[in-house]
């Protein structure tokens, strides 16, 4: 699986952080893990609306502590 990495994962220029938890979940159990996420999209186009929302909750949901992968469309993956 392709897997696409985050140009700026700290961008958050609209978030007020004095509204929001960096790490809402840190305190409920040392032996919880951060929960795992992928995020999906499906437009091939170079600038795409989607790609552009998929990064953003990306960088909201490692801000709350998430792991988070996005998958890359783009792979030219044989057809069997």
């Known amino acids: 699986m392709r ?3 985050l140009a ?3 961008h958050l220029p609209d978030l007020n952080k004095t509204f929001a938890l ?3 979940a840190s305190g409920l159990g040392p ?16 600038r795409s609306f989607s790609r552009l929302a998929v990064e953003e909750a990306t ?5 709350f502590s998430a792991e988070t ?5 783009t792979c030219r993956c044989p057809i069997r």
Do not use: H, K, M, V
């Open 3 to 5: 897997l696409r990495e």
């Open 8 to 10: 700026a994962p700290d």
């Open 22 to 24: 960096a790490r809402p």
């Open 31 to 46: 032996d919880q893990p951060a929960p795992r996420i992928l995020l999906l999209y499906g437009s091939l186009r170079e």
């Open 59 to 63: 960088r909201l949901l490692q801000f």
């Open 69 to 73: 992968r996005i998958f890359d469309p």
